[in-house]
T-cell receptor, first 118, second 112 residues
Framework: AQKVTQAQTEISVVEKEDVTLDCVYE???????LFWYKQPPSGELVFLIR????DEQNEISGRYSWNFQKSTSSFNFTITASQVVDSAVYFC???????????????WGAGTKLIIKP | DAMVIQNPRYQVTQFGKPVTLSCSQT?????MYWYQQKSSQAPKLLFH???????NEADTPDNFQSRRPNTSFCFLDIRSPGLGDAAMYLC???????????FGPGTRLTVL
């Protein structure tokens, strides 16, 4: 069963529109971490945000905002007033304990390709 | 600036010819990871080191090996590259296993 679901394979919007990228996760752990990464065409994965399971506060960073809701197991990402430079693949990831010895690993969603048209 | 560096950025090798990719970090992080990413897919963890403790993913082919001679450097050796090994190889580091992973720019491997 897929543990991190990014149902939107590709989204295309016109510049200045707001856009929300969905992420739904599945875990039995009470302690886990959620991440968003951006991967522009250059290929480098750029860290955007980390959230632990005990912190449900929403976060805003400039034009970016994140909505973490444990009740629906979702961690959605919104870009306000999108710009062409926001065009990239965005990955949501879940870090949960694997095996023993407090070993945590990232479980990645399939990614959402965001295209911002000028 | 503290960072994760990968060399080379682009690597071309021939089918079956061994190749080594390198990663270095100035973050002084304990954990180093190697991921393989193929086109339009999420990164796939190959292995990671927690300090000198090596952890191999169960489905990582034996063709892939890794070395971490010191805290700052980690190498990925592909002993006999096949056409299916053409991919982007990403190195990442984190302080601990629950902490944020920071990625290098990647090495794009082409196998002819």
């Amino acid at each position: 069963a897929q543990k991190v679901t990014q149902a939107q394979t590709e989204i295309s919007v016109v510049e200045k529109e707001d856009v929300t990228l969905d992420c739904v996760y599945e875990t039995r752990d009470t302690t886990y971490y959620l991440f968003w990464y951006k991967q522009p065409p250059s290929g480098e994965l750029v860290f955007l945000i980390r959230r632990n399971s005990f912190d449900e506060q929403n976060e805003i960073s400039g034009r970016y905002s994140w909505n973490f809701q444990k009740s629906t197991s979702s961690f959605n990402f919104t870009i306000t007033a999108s710009q062409v430079v926001d065009s990239a693949v965005y990955f949501c990831a879940l870090s949960e304990e694997v095996g023993v010895d407090s070993n945590y690993q990232l479980i990645w969603g399939a990614g959402t390709k965001l295209i911002i048209k000028p | 600036d503290a960072m994760v560096i990968q060399n080379p950025r682009y690597q071309v090798t021939q089918f079956g010819k061994p190749v080594t990719l390198s990663c270095s970090q100035t973050l002084n992080h304990n954990v180093m990871y190697w991921y393989q990413q193929k086109s339009s897919q999420a990164p796939k963890l190959l292995f990671h080191y927690y300090d000198k403790d090596f952890n191999n993913e169960a489905d990582t082919p034996d063709n892939f090996q890794s070395r971490r001679p010191n805290t700052s450097f980690c190498f990925l050796d592909i002993r006999s590259p096949g056409l299916g090994d053409a991919a982007m190889y990403l190195c990442a580091t984190s302080m601990g296993s629950t902490d944020t992973q920071y990625f290098g720019p990647g090495t794009r491997l082409t196998v002819l």
